[in-house]
């Protein structure tokens, strides 16, 4: 029976921690733009996600190593200090987008300014990594994240055309009016929301914190093959839910309050208080994720003690790394930069980087030496090649179209 | 080189230390390779940890500028890079190297001590 | 490497290059003006008229409004700053910036009366908003 509950709050978890602003924001942006013309990028990632989840989850379980200890070891110091550079930068991009994100949700709730709030949310994201135990953290803001699930509830209730939106999203075309440069750039920003780096660090950091052997092997495979999907579904209710209500006019979103009027026309003000609970909840936990994931990274490259397992005095450099991370993404974020402008930017560079995250993990995880008897099947191996493929196809076009379409005007 | 060679780079570099208490010192950054007077083979005299170790494996200009910084960060500006001995090995394999020391005993604790007492321990509730 | 560092940068500088130059472009951005407006003042009929049903957050409603003002200002700017090519751009101009002004005034109205929590010039500048709808949403064809 406990066995049971574990696993559900694994895959509730699993849901929740899925969505982050970068999904929230180019969810509902692609929902009034396109319609569900777009879903299938998010199924597409989405299903990288769970093979990739599923191998980080493996790889921390049996080797009882961590992502950068491995990619340090097996691919060299050189590699590995670029993927570490890049890696940090781009999680530095996004705790800044995730804090702006908060601060927005709270502006929202309390009327007062963005600006002041997000030397609050940095206080605050600090102090949970600062005190707040590892699983709390989990179970905490992944339970309170399935809040969202009132976007699945809304679109129940709002005139919703099935049909329609069932017939775009399984023969997704270019709608009329829209360029095919700028349909793909969004479609590649919604893969960079999906697979944004810090998850992978965060997942396999976060199996040695919790302690995870072979026997918990099961449950990380459940969650990531449960949870993941489970949270996809959030992210196309939180698109379907835009399009009977901002995709007639074909609003532009560029603002968290838009993406809450197809709520407060389905549900009201109840609706409303669930969603900035789920977005709270989710942006949050994404941007503590998001600053762990960089100490995590730059200790385990370094081959420092780190972790929230330890005392912080026991891991005093973990946490310098941590804690200045945090400043410098609250210092950009109060140069009141728009947060959603840098949230588009973060995940179409996360788009971008994709193959230096994922790469290692696959080599890792076809190494008998660390891996013995669980080491890829072949048919892992085949289908992770292609995903693998997908997503230097991805990143070698991003470029481009990021220049072609001058960001998805 | 011939296949089934296993050189003591690939055996060590990068391998993660613990101390006696399983406590992490550190990566091996590079290693220290002695050969006696005698002309006997060689021996691997000592594990070499810090920055003035990895920069010039990274090489490069960012390497130079991480040796360099390293360099500074040394008592008297010293190039060469913290030794752990070899008799302080008690284990090592493909994953990691195990000391018969404490890591408070050994000079790659410098940072991590300065942090502690400068940074963090400073900071309400790090105990 | 420093050569893709220039033509980034080049390429970036075309992208960013100012001034519109045929009448062509002219009525691109025209329509771009328009469709944006739509939308704009569409996202805040929209909040108003939850506002006023009772499905809002003061907050949200107040955050939504101000939001639309300020994008609205924001295009008026950016739409008053070009130099059209020709005369029939000229009367383009014209043609948008009356119901662009119109709507920006609207959506001060409505931002005031909805802090003021008068729910009858609330209403009734939601409902004006409709004109300079109708405008953009013929001028959104011209390109």
Known sequence: ?409 | MPQGIVTANDMLWDRQIYDRDGVEVGKVDDIEVTIPDDGGAPTLTALLCGPTALGPRLGGRFGAWWTAIGQRLRPGDELYPVRVTADMIVTFDRHEVRLNVTAAELPTNRLRAWTRQYIIGRIPGSR | MRAIVLVLVALFAVGCAGPTVTANQYRGKVAQTAKAMTGIIVTAQHAARLDLDGKMLPTVSDGVVTDAEQDADSVQTTMESRQPPDDRSDRLRRQVEQPLRQATSLLTDLRIALRNDDHDGERAAADALDGPLGAFEQLSGVS
């Open chain 1, 1 to 409: 029976m406990r066995g049971a509950l574990k696993i559900t709050l694994g895959i509730m978890t699993a849901i929740g921690g899925f969505v982050d602003i970068g999904d929230i924001v180019t969810a509902s942006l692609t929902g009034a733009r396109f319609g569900m013309t777009l879903a299938w990028a998010v199924v597409l990632a989405t299903a990288i996600m769970v093979l990739y989840g599923e191998m980080a989850g493996r790889v921390a379980a049996v080797s009882k190593r961590a992502m950068f200890d491995v990619v340090r070891e097996r691919l060299g110091v050189r590699f590995a200090m670029v993927n570490l550079g890049a890696n940090a930068l781009l999680s530095l991009l996004t705790l800044a987008a995730e804090i702006g994100g908060v601060a927005l949700v709270l502006h929202l709730v309390t009327g007062i300014h963005y600006l002041i709030w997000v030397p609050v949310v940095g206080l605050g994201v600090w102090l949970t990594i600062w005190r707040l135990p590892f699983q709390a953290l989990e179970t905490v803001f992944g339970l309170l994240g399935l809040c969202l699930l009132v976007f699945a509830a809304a679109l129940v209730l709002l005139p919703t055309d099935w049909g329609s939106l069932w017939h775009e999203a399984i023969h997704p075309s270019v709608p009329a009016g829209e360029a095919l440069p700028t349909w793909l750039f969004y479609a590649i920003s919604l893969i960079g929301a999906c697979l944004v780096p810090y998850q992978v660090i965060f997942f396999s950091s976060g199996g040695r914190e919790e302690k995870w052997s072979v026997k918990d092997m099961k449950d990380a495979r459940l969650n990531a093959v449960v949870g993941f999907p489970l949270g996809m579904v959030l992210s196309l209710s939180i698109m379907a839910a835009m399009v009977p209500v901002l995709r007639p006019d074909s609003v532009d979103v560029r603002h968290l309050g838009q993406v809450t009027l197809p709520i407060a026309q389905a549900l009201g003000v109840l609706g409303l208080i669930l969603t900035f609970i789920g977005f709270f909840a989710c942006v949050f936990a994404a941007a503590t994720e998001s600053a762990l994931s960089i100490g995590y990274s730059v200790a385990q490259y370094f081959g420092w003690t780190w972790g929230k397992r330890h005392k912080p005095s026991a891991a005093p450099r973990f946490h310098v790394v941590c804690l200045s991370s945090v400043i410098a993404a609250t210092g950009f974020m109060l140069t009141s930069v728009d947060p959603i402008t840098v949230t588009i930017i973060t995940v179409v560079l996360a788009a971008a980087a994709i193959p230096l995250t994922y790469l290692p993990l696959l080599v890792v995880a076809n190494d008998r030496e660390y891996m013995g008897r669980y080491v890829n099947k072949h048919w892992q191996n085949g289908l992770a090649t292609i995903a693998l493929l997908v997503m230097v196809v991805v990143s070698l076009a991003t470029p481009p179209l990021l220049f072609a379409t001058k960001a998805g005007q």
